[in-house]
């Protein structure tokens, strides 16, 4: 089923900028950044790799299933144009993509 965003949604995925998603489960946050993710990896004028993203939620839960719902929708993207260099590069690329807790991320700022 494909995911229709309201109006509100939409905003936060075409938004400019650093974003904090904030709201009640089952709304739709993930899959609203999820299409955000997706949007800035594709994006023709001004492409972000996924190496360089921040995605940070609370639970190692959560952070697998966001990584794991990115790289179906990159999956998705690379099937409507499998030739597309970009988006094999951005799938590499998903492998050093910072998607965790809050927790690790703090941990391994202090380490480096």
């Known amino acids: 089923m494909a995911f229709n965003p309201t109006p509100e949604q939409q905003t936060a995925i075409e938004g400019k900028g650093t974003i ?27 492409p972000i790799d996924a190496d360089r993203l921040l995605i940070v939620t609370f ?18 993207e690379i099937n409507k144009d499998p030739g597309n260099p970009r988006l094999m590069r951005q ?3 998903m492998s050093k993509a910072v998607i965790s807790t809050i927790d690790s991320f703090c941990i391994e700022l202090v380490r480096d």
């Open 20 to 46: 904090l998603v904030s709201a009640a489960a089952g709304s739709g946050k993930t899959a609203v950044l999820v299409e955000r993710v997706i949007n800035h990896l594709t994006n023709s004028q001004n």
């Open 59 to 76: 639970t190692n839960a959560a952070a697998a299933e966001m990584r794991a719902r990115i790289e179906k929708r990159l999956n998705q």
């Open 91 to 93: 799938q590499l690329l």
